[in-house]
């Protein structure tokens, strides 16, 4: 693809977007779909509350590390080979998480099927980026991130009734089942939307890297993208503390405010489809990280002036997930479109970053064991903070922009 503006039939035919999202959410769904499956897994296994914890643990570290593999991988041999082998080990590992016998076993195995289900992450944005011009790609990220948080809500759901009826085990055969749907379906649906190249060097890619980190642009996208769209993860690993046992809400109604939190990320992601085109990409991060801090601040006041409640928090989180679930396909897109010859590595480092900071943000409420809140408010003030300080820091729209290649 040409670096200058090319008209629209230039791009390569883009997949249904139906299949990007099934691919996609190959890498995220197992995940949350496995939670409520923690306490009877440990059971069964013998294992301690930590070292079942270490399943959840691996996942999100094999996530992260797999994003560096499969966007280099990709730009080497092409999007749709790689896809379907990433998809392929993720249902074996799937299998063989469904049969482990040790707690060991399961873990070794649920960090093979991150490693393969994250093939979808990354490659289902790069096959978009392929096949879409920067308005329409903005649409299409939205979308797959509304879908995204739509799953992170029902997939808890899910699990329970697998484990309620069929007992832990079963969410991997039916993960499995699942994944070799999506796998014929990507086999029969979506063709290459990138040449592979026969020039493959390994400095090349790590010079890719280096060149991407380099890039002020790529990192203040990438740095305001990751600490707005998962500074969250320091209130969802804290929520539990905060909502049920501070605050006394239900664990049915806690069911409902997690599900009220989706809506404010849905809602938000509808609002940037609906912008992309009309405003500029730096003009709605930066507004979208205003309104993090404006939500920040209200929840530091509460929390000063000793009036934590249900409205207290709850209003101000899905403020901020609002304000997340509009930064998020902005931030993704401008990121992808800093360097068009490396878009899978940057989709591979942008999503890396983005799960190591959310990482970052859940240990920071463990920094505070006895009351998370202090913590957790710290964290998204800190996140919303980064992220206007980021995105404050992009060149505005007309003025020059760096166009570095590493080929």
């Known amino acids: 693809m040409s670096e200058s503006e090319s008209p629209t039939p230039s791009f390569p035919r883009a997949p249904a977007l ?21 306490p009877s897994a440990a059971r069964d296994l013998r294992a301690s509350t930590s070292g079942i914890g270490l399943t959840i643990t691996l ?6 590390i797999g994003q560096l593999i499969y966007g280099p991988l990709s730009d080497r041999y092409g999007r749709r080979p790689v896809l379907l082998s990433g998809l392929l080990l993720f249902a074996l590992a799937s299998v063989a998480a469904a049969f482990a016998p040790t707690l060991g076993t399961l873990e070794l195995a649920r960090v093979a099927q991150a490693l393969g289900g994250c093939s979808g992450l990354v490659l289902g944005r790069a096959i978009a980026r392929d096949s879409s011009g920067s308005t329409s790609l903005i649409r299409r990220l939205a979308t797959l991130s509304i879908a995204m948080a739509i799953a992170t809500a029902v997939a808890p759901i899910i699990g329970a009734q697998i484990v309620e009826h069929f007992g832990w085990r079963s969410i991997f055969v039916a993960l499995s089942i699942v994944n070799v749907l999506v796998l014929l379906a990507a086999w029969a649906m979506v063709a290459e939307t990138h040449p592979a190249s026969r020039d493959f060097k390994v400095s090349r890619y790590l010079k890719s890297y280096l060149t991407l980190l380099r890039s002020p642009t790529f990192i203040a ?17 804290a929520s539990p503390f905060i909502l049920e046992s501070r605050l006394g809400l239900s664990a049915r109604a806690f069911g409902f405010a997690y599900c ?14 609906r912008l992309a085109g009309s405003v500029s990409a730096r003009t709605a991060l930066i507004v979208a990280s205003l309104i993090m801090v404006a939500a920040s601040l209200s929840l530091l006041v509460s929390y000063i002036c000793n009036s934590l409640s249900i409205v207290s928090v709850m209003a101000p989180m899905i403020v901020m997930f609002f304000a997340t679930g509009l930064a998020s396909p902005f931030a993704i897109s401008s990121a992808l479109d800093v360097d068009q010859s490396v878009v899978g590595a940057a989709a591979g480092l942008y999503g890396c970053l983005q799960m190591g900071y959310g990482s970052l943000c859940t240990a920071a409420v463990g920094l505070s064991p006895n009351d998370p809140t202090i913590s ?13 300080l980021s995105f404050n820091a992009v060149p505005r729209p007309g003025a020059p922009v760096e166009r570095r290649s590493v080929a």
């Open 221 to 237: 996208h990438s740095l305001g993208g990751a600490s707005a769209t998962t500074g969250i993860y320091a209130f969802l690993s």
């Open 260 to 273: 009220a939190l989706v809506v404010g990320l849905a809602s938000g992601q509808t609002t940037a489809k």
């Open 18 to 38: 139906f299949i990007l999202v099934c691919v996609t959410l190959s890498g995220t769904f197992p995940l949350h779909v496995f939670i409520p499956a923690l």
């Open 59 to 64: 996942y999100i570290v094999g996530l992260s």
């Open 376 to 388: 957790m408010i710290g964290a998204l003030l800190v996140s919303a903070a980064i992220a206007w």
